[in-house]
Structure formats: structure tokens, C-alpha cells
């Protein structure tokens, strides 16, 4: 597995103290060692990719960060004390949001309501639509993406649409670092394009990137 920053993706300086700091992570499976001692500090405004052949450890790796798995030994510290998420929505809570390459969006749901699912804004049991909206809208602008709709039903969109719907939803949740576990999989070139343009806009608001990839040329 390979950790490499691209050349002009870090937006702060690298003096600046790490979000996440991974010690010696150990990670087996009946005697399997599918991490073998791994280290790794992410920074605000960093963009990290993890490359590596299938079976190299990344999923484990995602894993670990979100809270799936529990490492065999190390250590993980975000913002500078060591936790050990017991799931992604603690995860979640703490400000890392993970993107897995098979989309976790509900297509019977409209863009607003699954960029704030699992934390609806809603008065008294009333969802509060018009708030709903207007966040949603202001999410999408700040990805770039005010073309689309907080109306509507994200099971029309196309693929390269619904990471953004679900990169809303990350942000939604004040998200610091963002895992995206191979989000070119289903993408065009011309999406993958946009992809990093989106990419390097999180960045230059500080939110950190961890790209994993099996594509050399990414």
C-alpha cells in the first residue's frame, strides 16, 4: 500500500497539527495480517490517496477509520486525542465521514432528504421543508452543484450526481475528513474530472481527503 500527497493538493501548511494520526495499526483475521504496522497523519486541507492492488488492506484500513473494525494494535488520533469508533456513525459524530464505492444514497428519498437523513431538521415531528431546502441548496453550492435540485428523487440521478448528493450529506454533518473509498469506479473521465475539481474545493475549505484508489493515473 502506498501513501502519496499530490504535489499542490495541501491548501495549509504542514507544520499544521495532524486531524489524524495513525500509530502502528495491526489489523488480523484468524491469523491473516491484513494491516502490518501502519502510519499515517492526515492534515487540514490535505488530500492523501492510498493506492494499492486488491488485497492490499485499504477497505481494512476505511474499516478501521469508520469505526467497522477494531485494529488488532496501534492507535488512532483525531484532532489530537486517541479514540476507537465502535461504528461509522460514531464515526460520523466525530467529523469522519466515509464514502464507500457502493453509495449509501435512498432513491425513494429527494436530494434534501438524504443529504440529512438520520438527522432530519423537523419541528414537533413536522419536517421543516423550507429549511430542509435552502440548506441543502447551500451544501450544493459550496460543491459546486447548484444545478441540482434539493427536490428531487435521487434515484434519477446519475451516478457522478449522487456522490455529490452524498458529499452534502458528509458536510451536512460538519465533516473534517472525508474517506472516498474508489469514487471513480462508475465514473466518465469527464466525471472523474469533476470529481477532483470538487476534490480540491473541499480542500481550500480545510476538509482533508482520503482517496483510495487502484488506478496508477488517479
Known amino acids: 500500500m502506498v501513501d502519496a500527497d499530490r504535489p499542490g493538493d495541501s491548501a495549509l501548511p504542514s507544520s499544521t497539527a495532524p486531524l489524524l494520526a495513525v500509530r502502528g495499526i495491526v489489523k488480523e483475521f484468524s491469523g491473516v495480517r491484513a494491516l502490518d504496522g501502519v502510519d499515517l497523519d492526515v492534515r487540514p486541507g490535505e488530500v492523501h490517496c492510498l493506492l494499492g492492488q486488491n488485497g492490499a488492506g485499504k477497505s481494512t484500513l476505511i474499516k478501521v477509520l469508520a469505526g467497522a473494525h477494531r485494529p488488532t494494535s496501534g492507535t488512532v488520533e483525531w484532532q489530537g486525542r486517541e479514540v476507537r469508533p465502535t461504528s461509522p456513525v460514531d464515526a460520523l459524530r466525530s467529523g469522519i465521514a466515509t464514502m464507500y464505492q457502493e453509495l449509501d444514497v435512498v432513491g425513494g428519498l429527494t436530494v434534501a ?5 438520520g438527522h432530519e431538521l423537523s419541528r414537533g415531528g413536522v419536517t421543516r421543508r423550507r429549511e430542509l431546502h435552502q440548506r441543502t441548496r447551500e451544501l450544493l453550492d459550496r460543491l459546486g452543484h447548484n444545478r441540482l435540485s434539493p427536490g428531487r428523487e435521487v434515484g434519477s440521478l446519475s451516478a457522478a450526481d449522487q456522490q455529490i448528493v452524498s458529499l452534502a450529506r458528509a458536510l451536512s454533518h ?23 475539481r470538487v476534490v480540491r474545493q473541499l480542500t481550500a475549505d480545510g476538509v482533508a481527503v482520503l482517496y483510495i484508489s487502484h488506478r496508477l493515473e488517479e
Not at 432528504?113 to 437523513?117: A, H, I, M, P
Not at 472525508?178 to 465514473?187: G, T, Y
Open 174 to 196: 460538519d465533516a473534517r475528513l472525508i474517506v472516498m473509498d474508489e469514487p471513480s469506479a462508475v465514473l466518465d473521465s469527464e466525471e472523474v474530472g469533476n470529481l477532483f
Open 113 to 117: 432528504e438524504n443529504v440529512f437523513l
